[in-house]
Each structure stands twice: as structure tokens, then as C-alpha cells.
């Protein structure tokens, strides 16, 4: 049964934006931590960004620092990750994850996935 369900990914051209949605549970939404992580083939999945609710502060990977901004709507139980100035490099299935105290940047310290919704990017 699948726990968090992502939806908006697609294609769009270099400079464009897309807009990340991950939708779930209110039991799930009340995770300590909320993130984003992607994955392109062959590699390791990547962190993305983070929401700690308790202390309210959010983290971003530095390379996507200043370009993306993840958001929630608590009456929805649903965070978004706004993707802007896209790269090709940001290519990539991008997958929201809900999990407990750890290291936040550790895609093992969450409990819950979602299947992922593909971003691609054109140059």
C-alpha cells in the first residue's frame, strides 16, 4: 500500500519550473521530518530537501540552494517542493519520504516512500 503519492513531475525545458506534490495520511504528515530525494540510474539517491515540523526549519542540498522551495499545507497533509530555474541536471525520479529522528540527509532514516514521479529536464 502506497503511503505517500507524488504527482507533477514531466518534462520541461531548461529555466522552467515544475511543482511537486506528496500527498499522505495525517498520521504520516506528523512525522518528525518530511524530504525530498532523487535518483538518476546507477546512482545513489540523493538528498534533496527537508522539513523538521517541531523545529519548523527547513534544509536544501546546495545545489539546489536558492532554486527550490519545499512547502506544506497542513489542512491537505500534503508538502510541495516548487522547482525553479530547472537544469538539466536536476533530471531525475524524485521521490517524497516521511520518517523519524536521524539524519535527515540519510535517505535510511525514513520510514515511509513514495513511487516516485519522473522530472526531465531539456537543455
Known amino acids: 500500500q502506497v503511503q505517500l503519492v507524488e504527482s507533477g513531475g514531466g518534462l520541461v525545458q531548461a529555466g522552467g519550473s515544475l511543482r511537486l506534490s506528496c500527498a499522505t495520511s495525517?498520521?504520516?504528515?506528523?512525522?518528525?521530518?518530511m524530504a525530498w530525494f532523487r535518483q538518476t540510474p546507477g546512482k545513489e539517491r540523493e538528498f534533496v530537501a527537508a522539513?523538521?515540523?517541531?523545529?519548523?526549519?527547513?534544509d536544501y542540498a546546495g545545489s539546489v540552494k536558492g532554486r527550490f522551495t519545499l512547502s506544506r499545507d497542513n489542512a491537505k497533509n500534503t508538502v510541495y517542493l516548487k522547482m525553479n530555474s530547472l537544469k538539466p541536471e536536476d533530471t531525475a525520479v524524485y521521490y517524497c519520504?516521511?520518517?523519524?529522528?536521524?539524519?535527515?540527509?540519510?535517505?535510511?532514516?525514513?520510514?515511509?516512500w513514495g513511487q516516485g514521479t519522473q522530472v526531465t529536464v531539456s537543455s
Open positions: 519520504s516521511a520518517g523519524g529522528v536521524g539524519n535527515i540527509f540519510t535517505p535510511s532514516t525514513y520510514a515511509y
Open positions: 495525517a498520521r504520516i504528515f506528523s512525522s518528525y521530518a
Open positions: 522539513i523538521r515540523w517541531s523545529i519548523n526549519i527547513t
